[in-house]
């Protein structure tokens, strides 16, 4: 709403009408300290050749070089780049206590052909800002990817609409379609949909 180069309302005059502090119009600048630049090279060199070191593990390779750090100042270095360790998160396999559990069906089965059996699972995928969950569909026997989605979210939306496109893909549904026990392949709609389609349930069990 401020303008700066308003014809009869100087900046601070604005700003009394406003409410507004006008330390705020323009974003904070970064806290720097003389030696930042220098160090945050260090920091990408170290990162880009162990892309899974946190704040600890990189402050320990600075100070074996003889660079002084602290591990807040080195957290806000990396923070400032825009990086942080490259390691697994939460898994994305959280079961539904309330719902069924279906029996693992490929335990020594033979799938010798295509669409005898498929498999679906999601992962965790970091972006620069954030980070998505994609689901995939994949055939036993050619372990061809069918279908694929990604979400913002983990309900099952879109690993019925993965699900949905593999069928129509494929022309058919499978005899036999595994997932894990996480609460988006154990919920109602899920099983409903591959029940609806003709193809049988299977569920691994832990490990």
Known sequence: MIEKHHSQ???CKQCQLLDVNRNRLSPRKPKRVDGDEAVMKEIDRIYTEFPFYGARKIM???RDIGVRIGRKRCRRLMKTMGI?????????????KQHRKYPYLLREAAVNEPDEAWAAD???VPMYEGHVYLVAIMDWHTRAVLSWRVSTTMDAGFCLEAYRDAVKAAG???GIMNTDQGCQF???RWIEAVEASGARVSMDGKG
């Open 9 to 11: 309302l100087s900046v």
């Open 60 to 62: 320990a390779e600075l």
């Open 84 to 96: 942080e360790a490259l390691v697994p998160k939460p898994s994305t396999s959280v079961p539904g």
């Open 122 to 124: 999601i992962t965790y």
């Open 172 to 174: 058919r549904a499978p």
């Open 186 to 188: 154990t919920g109602e």
